[in-house]
């Protein structure tokens, strides 16, 4: 069965310090998409990132990175040199092609990240 | 274009109580979808829709009912309200593309917290 666990689910970091926010997923298919969403305190979800499973190449966009490994069902996100304003709830996130038609996104449980000054 | 909006942004039933929470989209967007967020569970599908007059039940969809007479609204009705169904409500919208119902990113609206005594 589909499945995404995100297995932190509170990290604090000093203001600087680099941090991996950890996702595993679960499917059959071998066509999906992987995203990570973020919630800040005010509420609201922000796109970061979509990456189809032919995809491997990691990605970097300014101080974010993910790291994408199909060998281990992982799609792990990390944040260099992070910001008090990187603090925020981190939703990683499965869409399925092959065996759904629905286009729901299967959310992890998500990590709440803390940045403390 | 304002993306994907919802209203109202906070709303506080009694048992019993119906209600409709609003969606609207200006991205001319096929496919909308409804969410609900609870602490520790991450989003989960309510009701998803791919064209006016196009309805489907998510993983979650007993106690809401939605309709979509327009592309650009998608409303929820919560025809008798639960305590259980106290919940933040994410409406989001995308784009179709062709049969692959899974492949584009989803926008989320601002979200609709909802209380019910």
């Known amino acids: 069965a589909q499945k995404v666990t995100q297995a932190q689910t509170e990290i604090s970091v000093v203001e600087k310090e680099d941090v991996t926010l950890d996702c595993v997923y679960e499917?059959?298919?071998?066509?999906?998409?992987l995203f990570w969403y973020k919630q800040p305190p005010s509420g609201e979800l922000v796109f970061l990132i979509r990456r189809n499973s032919f995809d491997e190449q990691n990605e970097i966009s300014g101080r974010y990175s993910w790291n994408f490994q199909k060998s281990t069902s992982s799609f792990n996100f990390t944040i260099t040199a992070s910001q008090v304003v990187d603090s925020a709830v981190y939703f990683c996130a499965l869409s399925e092609v092959d065996s759904s038609n629905t286009g729901k996104l299967i959310f992890g449980q998500g990590t709440t990240l803390q940045v403390k000054p | 274009n304002a993306g994907v909006t919802q209203t109202p942004k906070f709303q506080v039933l009694k048992t019993g109580q119906s209600m409709t929470l609003q969606c609207a989209q200006d991205?001319?967007?096929?496919?909308m979808s409804w969410y609900r967020q609870d602490p520790g569970m991450g989003l989960r599908l309510i009701h998803y829709?791919?064209?006016?007059?196009?309805?489907d039940q998510g993983e979650v969809p007993n106690g809401y009912n939605v309709s979509r007479s327009t592309t650009e609204d998608f409303p929820l009705r919560l025809l008798s309200a639960a305590p259980s169904q106290t919940s933040v409500y994410f409406c989001a919208s995308r784009r179709l593309a062709g049969r692959a119902l899974s492949t584009d990113t989803q926008y989320f609206g601002p979200g609709t917290r909802l209380t019910v005594l």
């Open positions: 829709s791919v064209g006016a007059g196009i309805t």
């Open positions: 991205m001319n967007h096929e496919y």
């Open positions: 499917t059959r298919d071998t066509t999906y998409y």
